[in-house]
């Protein structure tokens, strides 16, 4: 599978430093579609903060993605839900961490989660 990164510069506003504007995936063998994950533990507890809630959700999605043979390295695609707009730094920061040099397609959302104690939503799609 090869990767390629489009981040046109003219006729479009600039791309900044914690995404890309597309990513072309060439000849995957396999496509991972991760329902949202939220910050919830084992038992299905929330984290009791946004910083506990985005390690749990990016604890959550390795496991689910290794589970499928596949790390954050496949994940091609990411849509977070915030239940609040202030949650976007912590959120990028938390996406940084998780994809180290790596910038893909991204899209925040803010809206309401089906549980008031749920503060982030993150899915998926991954390719390998």
């Known amino acids: 599978m090869k990767t390629v990164i489009h981040n046109p510069t003219q006729g479009i506003y600039p791309a900044t430093a914690d995404y890309v504007h597309a990513i072309e995936v060439q000849a995957p063998a396999r496509l991972l579609f991760v329902s949202g994950t ?14 506990a809630q985005l390690e749990l959700i990016w ?7 290794a589970s499928a043979g596949m790390t954050t390295d496949n994940i091609m695609r990411l849509t977070s839900y ?35 104690d749920w503060l982030v939503e993150i899915e998926v799609i991954a390719a390998a």
């Open 38 to 51: 939220m910050g919830l533990d084992a038992h299905g507890i929330a984290g009791t903060s946004l910083d």
């Open 59 to 65: 604890s959550n999605i390795r496991t689910i993605l």
């Open 82 to 116: 915030l239940r609040d707009p202030a949650y976007a730094e912590a959120n990028a920061v938390a996406r940084t961490r998780a994809l180290g040099s790596r910038r893909i397609p991204t899209t925040a959302i803010v809206a309401q989660t089906l549980a008031p």
